[in-house]
């Protein structure tokens, strides 16, 4: 976490700037940083700066590129803080979310939205007039999914929160493309479909982990919902989809033999895990032994190498 920590509080009880004491001008400042998750922030412009070099088949134009990375910052940094906002009741009852800067009284609730709305209203209008107006859309697409579709409908709803939630985290790819082209092709949508497969096996394995967490505050992450064998299963099905998909760029001719060996190299490891995992989880292994980490760690690496594969491919056909 970015937040410094402040006095200790009673489990479930939101500090408020007045009851959570004096509050130094660095603290707060690496608390607004922190409404805007940038460990999330930093995956998502993992998958948008690659794709740019595959739109260009080449080195995009290096001004675009940081201001594309500059608007999706601030997008995904306004959704986040906004997601903050609305479920700042949940996050003062789960474990991994109890230092998180409304939880701590570090900003307030209205800061939270002030923030969260201004950087929603700059992203579109930085990408709009510095990049182009069918990405700023879709970034202001991306961020009003998240907050209102995933986090106000979803989220607290359904089991499936998750899988059509993450929607809103494939949209960079989408983001990267238009920055270039002013335009999509099946290009985008092939890598969007990757990262909208990834998403559940991804976040899954965690979820795994902190269930107890989500079952305190009633969210129905699939698994508070149903076994480790169900969700295992599950994880194993959206993985052979997410590979396959992946390599659907080679036939249709947007990539070469590096992607296409990183790609099969990397899903050939996913699809190990995901079935290591499955593995454990029919055993009946809980606690450390079923190392469900191992996959959700992985995960990370994957989406790195298959995007860092789709920036370098351009160079070597």
């Not at 209203?121 to 202001?140: C, D, E, M, P, R």
């Not at 450390?288 to 995007?307: D, G, P």
Request: overall charge positive; some cysteine; charged content about 15%.
């Amino acid at each position: 976490m970015y937040v410094t920590a402040v006095e200790s509080r009673p489990a479930g009880v939101v500090l408020t700037p007045s009851s959570g004491g004096h509050r130094p001008f660095g603290a707060r400042v690496k608390a607004f940083v922190a409404l805007t998750k940038p460990r999330i922030i930093e995956l998502l412009l993992i998958t948008t700066v690659p794709v740019m070099f595959l739109a260009e088949r080449g080195v995009p134009d290096l001004w675009l590129v940081l201001t594309t990375c500059i608007g999706g910052y601030l997008s995904a940094g306004g959704a986040n803080a906004l997601n903050m906002y609305i479920d700042r009741d949940i996050d003062a009852l789960m474990d991994r979310t109890s230092q998180r800067p409304l939880v701590t009284g570090m900003v307030s609730p209205r800061e939270s939205l002030f923030f969260g709305i201004t950087l929603a209203v700059g992203s579109t209008l930085w990408l709009g007039y510095l990049v182009n107006w069918f990405s700023a859309w879709l970034a202001l697409g991306a961020l009003l999914f998240y907050v209102v579709v995933y986090t106000m409908i979803l989220k607290r709803r359904t089991s499936q929160n998750i899988v059509w939630g993450g929607i809103a985290g494939c949209m960079p790819v989408l983001i990267g493309w238009s920055s270039v082209t002013d335009s999509l092709s099946w290009a985008a949508v092939i890598l969007f479909l990757v990262m909208f497969f990834w998403t559940p096996p991804h976040y899954w394995p965690l979820s795994m982990k902190v269930k107890d967490d989500y079952a305190r505050v009633g969210v129905p992450m699939l698994p508070v919902v149903a076994g480790n064998r169900v969700v295992a299963k599950q994880i194993v099905l959206y993985s052979w989809v997410m590979v396959a998909v992946s390599l659907l760029l080679t036939p249709l001719g947007y990539t070469g033999w590096f992607y296409t060996a990183v790609a099969l190299l990397a899903g050939g490891f996913w699809l190990w895990e995901a079935h290591g995992l499955q593995a454990r989880a029919k055993a009946g292994l809980e606690g450390a032994k079923l190392k469900e980490m191992r996959l959700f760690h992985w995960s990370i690496t994957y989406v790195s190498l298959v995007f860092v594969a789709v920036a370098v491919d351009p160079f070597l056909r």
